[in-house]
């Protein structure tokens, strides 16, 4: 199986995702420049965090313009998996393909530090690895994580599963303690959390493993059908 | 701005303004043959001042040791650089910016992240890591709050978002920073040893290309501006700070980097335009190799109109960089800047008559030797007078009286230089490029070295009151201190970068403070085997006549050679025995406990001594070879009470400790000590290894209380309360 790493210009956590699928999972994964125009020769496509045109404007406004984005757009229409970390969520909720957005982290700083997450819906092609309600901990680094949508589409987020973190410890303001949503079909989540940085114990925590394994999984029940 | 005629810069005498001196002006007359016509006298101008030609530093920085085995590249180049093996090197430098901080703190800590990173890659290194030395007035000062807070967003955010992790440094607080605030930005970069490059323009007829940012009028001065002395009128000093883009940087990084790569052929040199922007880059560039250069004015990119010749030379608009692109290779380098999205403009040539040419609408505007610009700056002996504390200062050591150690305990943890850094930390991303095994707040940031077992460790220190009672002795102590916070992380000290952070070189007492400062410095890399590999000088950080305490900036990388090696100060399990390294005596002139007690510092400097210093470091270094350490923290500011509470709140540990000292020998400050436990069953075995170099002190315990046991009281400490009042210390 072949994963896309989509690189934004200021994409920064690319390399950081490459690493992590190659190294604590053995799979292919491929650095996908931003002016690419198909991705239908990928199992999965993923957003990484980092700065994308700066973050001028807001996170992620400008690379929803990017050239990719339409292939993003067809890749998740026809049901592959897409995930975007940080930056990457921000991306996809600025495109329409999650619902809400992010804003400036209700103390106006950046925060860098672990959070602990509640995996509140263990079901989704995503988080099918973690044991239900699991706690796990994963570091947040991040401006601008504080999520906010309106009551209609949080009692939607809520009716249809699709809150698939919230934190322990709201640390940015995000309603209803949200860290990661997926769509209403299940094949794209975004989460604020960087799920990459925490695959080795060496740099202290193997919590983030549990996406990666459950994309894998869901990859390869797909596959299998014969 | 209007340009003089040669002869009116010479009876106006314009050349003083920008930092000249008559008999400098002189002299470039002498070296031209005639006088300098107005863009002509900027150049020479921003050539010589001090940040460029460290004409003042340069006999005293001639005392560093500078070379060794693994030493691949010294002083010199963009950034020094340590061969690790298996094909790779660390690459390191810092720098000052610590006047455009002062001025305007976001973008002067900012651009001063900008411009090192840009060293780094400059040598054809990936950028890995940073750190930064901060020091400030006191936090009771509504300005230096503003400064601090400003710093730090500016740090955060170019750092942030570049995408290289600020993995430490150090903050402390004194009024002696109150008006000349110290910003030093270090940057520590892994190279493959076949991508190394070097800041030269060699080959008549190959190419000068200018790469990344468009030119402004930002930063025109800077490097004059940073050689000359605050006064009231420095706000008038504004455009002299430059505006950072660490988006333009972050491409016009991964361009280089990959232009170094996949082309290497095509790349003869390349240089970051840092102080002084296009003239110190590209005469810096063409002299280093022997070759002279013509540059075409009007191929700058520019994003002003009506900019004039002097305007774009001295500029130090942020994001760019030279290279001298071989002859046949223009396309090459251009193509690749294209799918960056950033300029990539031919502005010149090398040339063999060693002439540095500038034209501009069809006219020369500059035509001097291009060595009288780059080489031929005066040098001056500056004259040397002990300044008159030093003189007057009281031989004894303070004695502190102390009724109650829990409480000056507590209040120590609470000192804004002692409190956790925590709160600052957290608004920086520490692990980015997932290689961070050791984050912030251990006595030295780890990283891994991906594909291998090896990582680096890597520290700044410098204890500027220890300087200000003894420069030469506070020389040395401030490498061996950085020393030590590598060895307790499990590496071996490779070497040095430095910021000397001074008062005016033209004022006795400050220049003596320099000499003696440096030459304890050396004596310690040498003694250390760590030399100095790059770095900077920041002179004339004064305000209306007062200098700051001499402040020089060890920044240090150690070879850590197999990750089951990596240690961390925190205390780790219940039963450990605790082993104090090193001899306490009562050495309190200069600590934090005088200066919380008193207000102040004073008297002479404790004693120190060097072998000492070795001895015990290698017998840590020879323990965590062992494989038996479990912690490890150097004793620093605050003493070995501080120490041991730090030790203890990493995982909330307590610990039962008897020594045999009165209760304020807890917190001096005495040099070369260490704490480290090891588990209970290897305790008896360490006590034969080591002998009279470590007792053991006590235990880690699974309650959380340290208790303190000592001939005059008994200390207690709950470790949790005392830890959420130390990370809540820092406020701003």
Redesign the interface.
């Known amino acids: 199986m072949k994963f896309a790493v989509i690189q934004f210009?200021?994409s920064?956590?690319d390399?950081?995702l490459v690493?992590?699928l190659r190294?604590g999972f053995q799979q292919q994964a491929v650095l996908v420049d931003y002016r690419t125009a198909d991705l239908t020769d990928y199992a999965a496509v993923l957003l990484p965090?980092?700065?994308s045109?700066?973050?001028?404007l807001r996170g992620g406004a400008i690379a929803r313009f990017a050239p990719i984005m339409t292939a993003v757009r067809d890749f998740a229409a026809a049901g592959g998996l897409v995930i975007g970390i940080c930056n990457g969520f921000q991306i996809l909720t600025e495109a329409g393909l999650l619902p809400g957005v992010l804003q400036q982290n209700r103390s106006a700083?950046?925060?860098?530090?672990p959070a602990a997450l509640t995996v509140v819906n263990n079901q989704t092609s995503f988080t099918k690895a973690y044991q239900p309600q699991q706690t796990i901990t994963l570091?947040i680094?991040h401006?601008e994580g504080n999520y906010y949508c309106d009551a209609a589409t949080l009692a939607e987020l809520k009716a249809q599963r699709q809150i698939a973190f919230t934190y322990q410890d709201n640390p940015n303001g995000s309603v209803a303690d949200i860290a990661g949503i997926t769509n209403r079909a299940g094949n794209v989540l975004g989460m604020m959390p960087?799920p990459?940085?925490a695959v080795?114990a060496?740099?202290g925590s193997e919590d983030g493993r549990g996406v990666f394994q459950s994309m894998l999984q869901t990859l390869t029940e797909k596959v299998v059908p014969a | 701005m209007i340009e003089q005629t040669a002869t009116a810069i010479k009876s106006s005498r314009l050349y003083q303004q920008w930092g000249l001196t008559s008999a400098e002006y002189q002299r470039i007359q002498e070296l031209i043959g005639r006088l300098p016509n107005f863009t002509e006298t900027g150049l020479f101008a921003a050539m010589w001042s001090e940040h460029c030609a460290y004409k003042n530093s340069k006999p005293l920085l001639k005392q560093f040791p500078t070379s060794g085995q693994r030493i691949l590249q010294g002083p010199g180049e963009g950034a020094g650089i340590i061969d690790i093996g298996d094909g790779q090197a660390v690459v390191f430098k810092a720098e000052s910016h610590n006047h455009p901080t002062a001025v305007e703190p976001y973008q002067g800590a900012a651009t001063g992240v900008g411009g090192i990173i840009r060293d780094i890659f400059s040598m054809g290194a990936q950028p890995i890591a940073m750190l930064d030395s901060l020091r400030f007035g006191e936090l009771t000062d509504a300005h230096t709050r503003f400064l601090l807070k400003e710093t730090i967003a500016g740090i955060g955010g170019y750092g942030n978002c570049i995408g290289i992790p600020t993995v430490g440094g150090e903050l402390a607080f004194d009024d002696a920073y109150a008006a000349n605030p110290v910003m030093n930005a270090m940057c520590v970069g892994l190279l493959d040893t076949t991508m190394q490059q070097k800041g030269q323009a060699a080959g008549a007829g190959n190419l000068i290309y200018y790469v990344g940012a468009k030119t402004g009028r930002d930063g025109i001065q800077g490097a004059i501006f940073a050689s000359a002395e605050f006064n009231d009128d420095v706000e008038a000093d504004r455009s002299a700070v430059q505006v950072g883009d660490p988006f333009m940087e972050k491409q016009l990084m991964d361009a280089c980097l990959e232009l170094i790569r996949e082309h290497p052929e095509a790349v003869v040199g390349i240089q970051d335009m840092g102080a002084a922007g296009l003239v110190s880059s590209s005469a810096e560039m063409g002299a280093k190799a022997g070759y002279g250069m013509t540059l075409n004015l009007d191929a700058v990119p520019q994003r002003e109109s009506g900019m004039i010749p002097y305007e774009l030379m001295l500029s130090e608009s942020q994001e760019r960089m030279l290279i001298c692109v071989a002859k046949d290779q223009g396309a090459v380098v251009e193509k690749l800047f294209a799918r960056y999205e950033l300029d990539a403009v031919q502005i010149g040539a090398v040339t063999a008559a060693k002439q540095y040419q500038l034209y501009a609408h069809g006219e020369k505007v500059a035509d001097v030797p291009i060595k009288a610009l780059v080489d031929e700056a005066p040098v001056y002996q500056r004259p040397q007078r002990i300044p008159a504390h030093l003189l007057t200062a009281d031989p004894q050591q303070y004695q502190p009286q102390i009724t109650d150690a829990a409480a000056v305990l507590t209040d120590l943890l609470q000192q804004p230089t002692l409190a956790s850094k925590q709160a600052v930390y957290r608004s920086y991303d520490t692990q980015v490029k997932t290689n961070t095994v050791v984050a912030p707040g251990s006595d030295a940031a780890v990283l891994r070295i991906r594909g291998g077992r090896k990582a680096l460790a890597m520290t700044t220190d410098g204890n500027g009151r220890y300087l200000y009672l003894n420069p030469e002795i506070g020389g040395q102590i401030a490498v061996c201190e950085a020393a030590r916070n590598i060895v307790a992380s499990g590496g071996v000290p490779l070497g040095i970068t430095d910021c000397l952070n001074f008062g005016s070189p033209e004022e006795p007492e400050s220049f003596y403070e320099l000499a003696q400062a440096t030459k304890g410095m050396s004596a310690a890399c040498k003694a250390l085997a760590t030399p100095v590999i790059s770095g900077n000088v920041s002179l004339y950080n004064e305000s209306n006549g007062t200098a700051i305490y001499p402040t020089p900036m060890v920044g240090m990388v150690g070879l850590i050679a197999d990750l089951a090696l990596i240690t961390t100060q925190d205390f780790k399990h219940a039963g450990d025995a605790i082993f104090l390294v090193g001899q306490t005596r009562a050495d309190f002139n200069g600590s934090e406990l005088q200066k919380m007690l008193t207000g102040n510092i004073s008297g002479a400097l404790f004693d120190f001594d060097l072998a000492t210093e070795i001895s015990n470091q290698q017998l840590v270094q020879q323990a965590i070879r062992a494989g038996i350490v479990s912690s490890a923290h150097d004793l620093a500011e605050g003493g070995l009470a501080v120490g041991l509470a730090e030790s203890c709140f990493g995982r909330q540990l307590g610990a039962t400790v008897e020594v045999a000292m009165p209760a304020s020998w807890l917190f001096a400050e005495s040099q070369s000590r260490f704490i480290l436990t090891v588990p209970a069953a290897q305790a008896a075995a360490f006590s034969q290894m080591t002998g009279e170099q470590a007792q053991q002190i006590g235990t880690v315990t699974a309650a959380t209380d340290l208790v303190i046991k000592t001939n005059t009281e008994t200390l207690t400490l709950d470790v949790v309360t005392s830890k959420q009042q130390w990370e809540g210390a820092l406020a701003w």
């Open positions: 210009p200021g920064n956590c390399q950081d690493a992590a190294d965090g980092g700065f045109y700066g973050d001028y700083n950046f925060i860098c530090q570091p680094a401006g960087h990459e940085r080795e060496l740099l």
